[in-house]
T-cell receptor, first 116, second 110 residues
């Protein structure tokens, strides 16, 4: 089966610009998660979708970040306007069951965002 | 709030050594613990998933143990190889959202 796909793999933008990251989960996985890793720090949860609904967005850093999941399929994470501190690697994960209890999580390869 | 600590932060060893990576967590009420590997510029690859009712899981040269009561997990790598060089992350799931440690950066040199 195809894994979790993220693109772009890399993005370099200037401060103030807008960037949209995309994640395609494994087909049939209702649960989709966004994570971010800032250089030198641990991976932090951003938000969780169940199908098209936001189950938990407590990790979203501020209102410059907007996540959507159209029709419960792929998801996008938009950063507008981007700031320097937004630089990092953005990971997407999906799971077959809500809590990943049985099967765990499958992660994408991440999008490395650099804001200059 | 769950906190996950991984020790050591970095490790450099010669090829062939047996290694132990440690992961500790503060809240023992977890559903499972998952070990991941991250190669430079790449995503996270799941290595082992241990359910809360289990005490260990094995895959090839890897063995992971879980002691919920003490809040600890160890990842044992037997006969390390240069290809094992990567960052190893543990993630603990208590409230359906995994909490990650900062990882152990491993370098195995020939």
């Amino acid at each position: 089966e195809a894994g979790v796909t993220q693109f772009p793999s890399h993005s370099v933008i200037e401060k103030g610009q807008t960037v949209t990251l995309r994640c395609d989960p494994i087909s049939g996985h209702d649960n989709l998660y966004w994570y971010r890793r800032v250089m030198g720090k641990e991976i932090k949860f951003l938000l969780h979708f169940v199908k098209e609904s936001k189950q938990d967005e407590s990790g979203m850093p501020n209102n410059r970040f907007l996540a959507e999941r159209t029709g419960g399929t792929y998801s996008t994470l938009k950063v507008q306007p981007a700031e320097l501190e937004d630089s990092g690697v953005y990971f997407c994960a999906s799971s077959q069951d809500k809590a990943g209890l049985t099967y765990g999580y499958t992660f994408g390869s991440g999008t490395r965002l650099t804001v200059v | 709030k769950q906190e996950v600590t991984q020790i050591p932060a970095a490790l450099s060893v010669p090829e062939g050594e047996n290694l132990v990576l440690n992961c500790s967590f503060t809240d023992s009420a977890i559903y499972n613990l998952q070990w991941f590997r991250q190669d430079p510029g790449k995503g996270l690859t799941s290595l082992l998933l241990i359910q809360s009712s289990q005490r260990e899981q094995t895959s090839g040269r890897l063995n992971a143990s879980l002691d919920k009561s003490s809040g600890r997990s160890t990842l044992y790598i037997a006969a390390s190889q240069p290809g094992d060089s990567a960052t190893y992350l543990c993630a603990v799931e208590g409230s359906y959202i995994p909490t990650f440690g900062r990882g152990t950066s491993l370098i195995v040199h020939p």
